[in-house]
């Protein structure tokens, strides 16, 4: 047996603790912990800590690297006890954006930086430079221009909403398509899925992040072919570095009686009048103006952000009466202690700034809590308080928007706001000392909140796709909301939060982040009414995830608080996770009694939605039994409370089923009719999972209709999706597994293996939308 075998995690634990001279509660004082948490860990109740839980204990003991390295081993890892769940990847990197405008005056670093990019022995570039200077728009255009010499992919990152250094690594891993489940973390993950690759990796906006860098470090030296570009107003500071410092953009040779070529001849002077002239169509460069052009240039210190917000004045002033302003802004000292360039584009900031009213610059300020945009809406129930009144909110947001300090976008028949990075920095600034900070945030989290809420029926109901897209679009809102209330102690606030989006999570993909979210969750000290539903959506997430142990573990400790809080519809929804784990160990004797247990809770707790689900279920364990006679019924009466109520989940289950039955029966026009409606109704909610469950019934189809090869595409374009998803999400689909190999094995041996594989491959590569496309077009344009 191996040390750790001898010496379990909370055995070693304890003797640690012993050997301090530490009680428990002395323990969890110094780690930050709960005395019970401490307990727990020792007695064997809870197994495997979270990493930053060891390593707080590791601090707290002052272990030595040694120590803390057996502490660490000492951890079982996922998948010991039988787990056979692994990390699934998606088929490509996460895509370039896409800038608006093209670069400007930045043709020598451009040749600098994709000459250093395309050095093997260049493994870490780092542009650096103030906010404002180009950093991420080189980057961007640099990464795109060298494509061709990474035949693995270009990646992009976007790091700025983020706060959390460890959320580094699993926002990588999210942006890859891959999925923390039960087999890997999401360091092994992201190392399994890229140590082959020849792979550029872009990291933008590293520098409130850079307690990261070593994971950085360790991402190099255990992928030999990965080349990564950082963003950042600091150096890593980590071996290996290249620094690229990005200087601004280089100036008009003089601002004496310059011409109007040798203003336009500069970086400079070149992008100011491109953009005046996006702001202003009728403005032209002359001689007249081209001096006060090439001063302006010069003030701004060329840097872009500058440059760009002060051109956008010209639609309401001259470009002599900009420089007089601009004059009288600069004159106006700041921090002495921040390099010249900061100071030039917080000065271009402040000029912006004080062009507003008392109300405005408040609104201004507020709005910076906003993650990835905001709705007015929002706007007016975040920013609308004291000087601001939701009545001129409208208002106000419109004067920020002309001034350049907020953006808007079309956005599904509306508009979608929000704040360059810099400006976004520069405004939370503003409201850190205001003093407002504390509250603006709390009435952020109060409207996600509260938008996550009005969303729990809706994802149930015939609004669901509309609900979906709109939490998806906010996602990073709710985000920023989740991990203000946890790091202020808004418990409350998290748990709802958490119970309101599980079904988003589920849905669009993020398992993972919902497990997270809840398991750091129950660390804490939380109110008996609250706890049984945080313990309910950690089983939901693992489930989802392929964890089925530790979904048992939840929905049995769910069960036993929900009966002592007398919550009837958690306790509903624990004994139907308990029901679904069954049926994963082949136990449908018990399943059906947990899901007969659940029914008459959710009616009595008016949680009728589920009750269709519940059909479902009981019929499933019957049709996986035999018993189609009785299964078929259920199927039946389930269909038709989902479609009275809208419900498109509860409907896609019943159908899935029902051509499950008719697949069996052989009664294939049947099931081909069934499974494309299910098709369409995924396709409307985006939901990836269950199209890959109804291609499957598809292929099928076709391979009894002689259509091998389109059956190959099928099944290879259901393998891809579910690859993209991550994890099997509707576990409880239970297909007849002898179908599917007896129809793969058939469609192999019409083939031939060299085009079989070719075929599969096609399907594989689709996207959601081609796969949609492919599986509902006419059979008689199908490939046979």
């Not at 428990?24 to 495997?48: M, N, P, T, V």
């Not at 200087?247 to 992008?271: A, M």
Request: hydrophobic letters at 40%; proline letters at 5%; charged letters at 25%.
């Amino acid at each position: 047996m191996t040390e750790r075998q001898h010496a379990p995690f909370g055995s070693r634990l304890r003797r640690l603790r012993e050997a301090a001279g530490l009680t428990q509660e002395d323990l969890a004082a110094r780690a930050g912990l709960s005395a019970k948490g401490i307990s727990d860990l020792e007695r064997g109740a809870r197994r495997r800590p979270h990493p930053h839980t060891v390593r707080a204990l590791a601090d707290a003991l002052e272990l030595s690297e040694d120590e803390r390295a057996s502490l660490l081993a000492a951890v079982p890892k996922r998948g010991e006890a039988g787990d056979d769940v692994h990390m699934l990847a998606a088929s490509s990197a996460p895509v370039l954006p896409m800038p608006p405008t093209p670069l400007v005056g930045r043709e020598r670093d451009m040749e600098e930086v994709t000459g250093f990019l395309r050095r093997r022995e260049v493994r870490l570039l780092t542009l650096t430079g103030t906010g404002g200077v180009g950093k991420t728009r080189l980057a961007l255009e640099a990464a795109r221009d060298v494509g061709e010499f990474f035949p693995d992919g270009v990646a992009f990152v976007v790091l700025a909403p983020f706060s959390n250094v460890e959320f580094v690594v699993p926002s990588v891993v999210r942006s890859f398509g891959l999925r923390e489940t039960a087999g890997q973390s999401s360091r092994e993950a992201l190392r399994t899925h890229l140590r082959a690759k020849r792979l550029l990796l872009t990291l933008d906006n590293f520098e409130h992040l850079l307690e990261a860098a070593p994971e950085v470090s360790w991402l190099i030296e255990t992928c030999p072919n990965l080349t990564v570009l950082v963003t950042s107003r600091a150096p890593l500071r980590v071996g290996g570095e290249q620094e690229y410092p990005v200087p601004p953009l280089e100036l008009p040779v003089s601002t004496r009686d310059p011409g109007v070529e040798e203003v336009l001849g500069s970086p400079s002077g070149r992008l100011f009048v491109e953009r005046a002239r996006a702001a202003s169509p009728g403005f032209s460069l002359s001689r007249q103006n081209a001096p006060a052009v090439a001063s302006i240039c010069w003030r701004l210190a060329g840097l872009p952000l500058a440059l760009e917000l002060a051109a956008a004045k010209v639609r309401f002033l001259s470009p002599s009466s900009l420089l007089a302003r601009l004059d009288r802004v600069l004159s106006t000292g700041w921090a002495r202690d921040v390099p010249e360039r900061q100071r030039t584009v917080h000065a271009t900031l402040d000029w912006s700034h004080d062009l507003l009213s008392e109300p405005e610059k408040a609104l201004f300020r507020r709005l910076s809590v906003f993650a990835g945009g905001f709705t007015l809406e929002a706007a007016e129930a975040v920013g609308a308080a004291g000087d601001v009144v939701a009545e001129d909110a409208l208002e106000s947001l419109g004067r920020l928007v002309e001034q350049s300090l907020v953006t808007a976008e079309p956005d599904g028949g509306g508009m979608r706001y929000g704040k360059l990075e810099p400006v976004r920095q520069y405004a939370r600034e503003k409201l850190e000392e205001s003093g407002e900070a504390g509250e603006t945030l709390r009435r952020h989290a109060a409207f996600f909140l509260n938008l996550a809420e009005l969303a729990y029926p809706e994802l149930r109901g015939p609004r669901q796709a509309e609900w979906l897209e709109r939490l998806e679009r906010e996602n990073g809102n709710l985000r920023s909301a989740m991990g203000w209330a946890l790091s202020a102690g808004e418990v409350e606030t998290a748990a709802r939060m958490g119970w309101a989006l599980y079904l988003f999570w589920r849905l669009r993909g993020h398992h993972d982040e919902g497990r997270r979210w809840m398991e750091v969750l129950l660390e804490r000290d939380l109110p008996k009414a609250l706890r049984p539903r945080v313990v309910m959506v950690a089983a939901f997430m693992t489930y989802t995830q392929g964890d089925y142990k530790a979904c048992e573990g939840y929905s049995a400790e769910a069960l036993e608080l929900a009966r002592g809080a007398r919550d009837t519809l958690c306790a509903g929804y624990a004994w139907c996770m308990l029901g679904m784990g069954a049926m994963h160990r082949g136990d449908y004797e018990a399943a059906t009694s947990c899901f007969e247990e659940a029914l008459p809770l959710f009616r009595c707790s008016g949680e009728e939605v589920q009750v269709p689900v519940m059909h479902a279920l009981l019929g499933t364990a019957l049709l996986i039994q035999g018993d189609h006679d009785r299964a078929v019924p259920m199927f039946e009466e389930g269909l038709a409370m989902a479609r009275r109520r809208g419900d498109r989940i509860g409907v896609c289950s019943a159908l899935y089923h029902l051509a499950q039955v008719a697949l069996v029966r052989e009664d294939h026009g049947l099931a081909a009719s069934i499974l494309a409606e299910g098709v369409a109704i995924s396709e409307q909610m985006r939901d990836q999972a269950n199209v890959s469950y109804f291609l499957e019934g598809l292929a099928v189809v076709a391979s009894v209709q002689g259509k091998a090869e389109r059956s190959t595409r099928l099944f290879g374009a259901a393998v891809g999706l579910l690859e993209a998803v991550g994890a099997p999400v509707y576990n409880y689909y239970k297909p007849d597994p002898s179908l599917y190999k007896q129809t793969i094995s058939a469609t192999r041996s019409r083939l031939g293996v060299a085009d079989f594989e070719v075929a599969q491959a096609e399907g594989r590569a689709m996207t959601f939308e081609q796969a949609v496309a492919y599986a509902l077009e006419d059979d008689e344009a199908s490939t046979t």
